[in-house]
């Protein structure tokens, strides 16, 4: 992992740096019955699909296009969601690559009808790869991190990139070495 924390110099043609605010996005949605699992708090999937719908909006937004999910880190839930709960979901993007971008989330909670701070009940991080109409990857611009907060997340960011690649880089050495031994999976 680098030290570095902020994106690279641009590329000439490559598209112009963005600050992490530029695509910064809140989604807010209230919780029903419909939304319950059987124990009558909200089912992880649905706020699952607030997530990826926050984290998709701003990696639209970032790369100026479509984005897709390419896969969903550390989705983590803090405390149970209520029916009557007012949910919000905080998303920027963390860090960019050549054709993907981490998007971190976080996913806050409050009582429709009270006036009490909302408080963290999850947080995930995403992988998103901006395509073009034929699907393929295309280019994301740089994003420059503003604060001390938006550098900490960068340099995240590179460490769970770089345990991605690694943990995905082992798995395919050991199927092919079982493969290789005539193990079927």
């Given at each position: 992992m680098t030290d570095q924390v902020t994106p690279e110099a641009s590329v000439?043609?490559?598209?112009?740096?963005?600050?992490?605010?530029?695509?910064?996005?809140?989604?807010?949605?209230?919780?029903?019955?419909?939304?319950?699992n059987l124990l009558g708090t909200v089912h992880g999937g649905v706020i699952m699909k607030l997530v990826?719908?926050?984290?998709g909006a701003v990696a639209g937004r970032h790369?100026?296009?479509?984005?897709?999910t390419a896969s969903m880190?550390?989705?983590?839930?803090?405390?149970?969601?209520?029916?009557?709960?007012?949910?919000?979901?905080?998303?920027q993007v963390n860090w960019t690559g050549r054709s993907s971008m981490e998007v971190g989330v976080r996913v806050m909670a409050e009582r429709w009808n009270e006036s009490t701070p909302a408080t963290q009940v999850g947080s995930a991080y995403l992988v998103f790869a901006a395509v073009d109409a034929d699907g393929k990857p295309r280019p994301v611009p740089p994003v420059v991190p503003e604060?001390?907060?938006?550098?900490?997340?960068?340099?995240?960011?590179?460490?769970r990139r770089t345990h991605r690649l690694a943990r995905r880089r082992a798995i395919k050495e050991?199927?092919?070495?079982r493969a290789a031994e005539g193990f079927e999976d």
């Amino acid at each position: 992992m680098t030290d570095q924390v902020t994106p690279e110099a641009s590329v000439p043609g490559a598209p112009e740096a963005k600050p992490t605010s530029a695509s910064r996005t809140t989604l807010s949605h209230i919780m029903t019955g419909s939304d319950t699992n059987l124990l009558g708090t909200v089912h992880g999937g649905v706020i699952m699909k607030l997530v990826d719908d926050a984290a998709g909006a701003v990696a639209g937004r970032h790369s100026g296009g479509p984005a897709v999910t390419a896969s969903m880190d550390e989705m983590v839930f803090l405390e149970p969601v209520r029916v009557g709960d007012l949910v919000h979901v905080k998303a920027q993007v963390n860090w960019t690559g050549r054709s993907s971008m981490e998007v971190g989330v976080r996913v806050m909670a409050e009582r429709w009808n009270e006036s009490t701070p909302a408080t963290q009940v999850g947080s995930a991080y995403l992988v998103f790869a901006a395509v073009d109409a034929d699907g393929k990857p295309r280019p994301v611009p740089p994003v420059v991190p503003e604060t001390e907060r938006d550098k900490r997340r960068y340099q995240e960011a590179q460490i769970r990139r770089t345990h991605r690649l690694a943990r995905r880089r082992a798995i395919k050495e050991l199927r092919e070495k079982r493969a290789a031994e005539g193990f079927e999976d």
